[in-house]
C-alpha cells in the first residue's frame, strides 16, 4: 500500500538549532501518512490524527483500485449498482471502527463518517432523481414495444392473436428467453 506522502518534510527549517540550514527544505521523511517530520510538527495529536486518516484512506483506495472500471452504458443502472457500493464501503468504514484500538478509534470515526456522507449524497441522488421510477417506466416502454412487435409478427403470418394456441406459443417461447 503507498500512501501519499512525500519522500521528504515540506517544511522549511527555521535555522533554530542549525543556521546553516535556515531557510532550506527539510532533509528528514514525513511521519507515516504525514506530509512533515516529527521535528516540524507530525507527532502533533492534530497532525498524527490526519496521518492516521490519510492511512485509512489509502488502505481503502488500494482495496478499490483492484477493480475493472467499464464504461457507463446506462447511467441509471449504474447509479444504482453505486449505492449499493457505497453502502458496502461504508460497513467497511464501519468495520474499521469496530477494529481498531481507542487509539485509532477517532480516524477511523473520521473514515467513517466521510463514508455516511457519501452514502447519504448517492442515495440522496438516486431518491431526487427518481431512478427507480424511470427505470420501471424503461422496462414498461420495452414491454409494449415487445407486444406491439409480437402483434405485427401474428398478424403478418395471418394467424389472430385471440387464437388460444397463439397465445400459448407466444407463452411458452417468452418464458424461455426470461432470465
Known amino acids: 500500500m503507498t500512501l501519499p506522502s512525500p519522500a521528504q518534510c515540506t517544511a522549511t527549517c527555521s535555522g533554530r538549532q542549525r543556521p546553516d540550514l535556515a531557510g532550506k527544505p527539510c532533509r528528514n521523511p514525513p511521519v507515516r501518512g504525514g506530509t512533515v517530520c516529527r521535528m516540524h510538527g507530525g507527532s502533533a495529536p492534530a497532525a498524527r ?16 483500485a483492484g477493480y475493472e472500471i467499464a464504461p457507463v452504458e446506462d447511467p441509471f443502472t449504474a447509479l444504482i ?13 464501519r468495520g474499521l471502527v469496530a477494529d481498531l484500538d481507542s487509539a485509532g478509534e477517532e480516524t477511523s470515526l473520521a473514515v467513517y463518517e466521510r463514508a455516511l456522507d457519501r452514502s447519504a449524497k448517492v442515495l440522496g441522488d438516486v431518491a431526487r ?14 414491454a409494449n ?14 394467424l389472430d392473436i385471440d387464437d388460444p394456441q397463439v397465445r400459448a406459443a407466444v407463452r411458452t417461447e417468452l418464458a424461455a428467453v426470461q432470465p
Open 49 to 64: 490524527a490526519r496521518a492516521a486518516e490519510r492511512t485509512a484512506d489509502a488502505g481503502l483506495r488500494a482495496l478499490v
Open 81 to 93: 449498482t453505486l449505492a449499493g457500493e457505497v453502502l458496502g464501503l461504508k460497513d467497511a468504514a
Open 129 to 142: 432523481l427518481k431512478i427507480d421510477d424511470r427505470l420501471a417506466r424503461i422496462s414498461e416502454q420495452q
Open 145 to 158: 414495444t415487445l407486444v406491439q412487435v409480437i402483434a405485427a409478427v401474428v398478424r403478418r403470418l395471418g
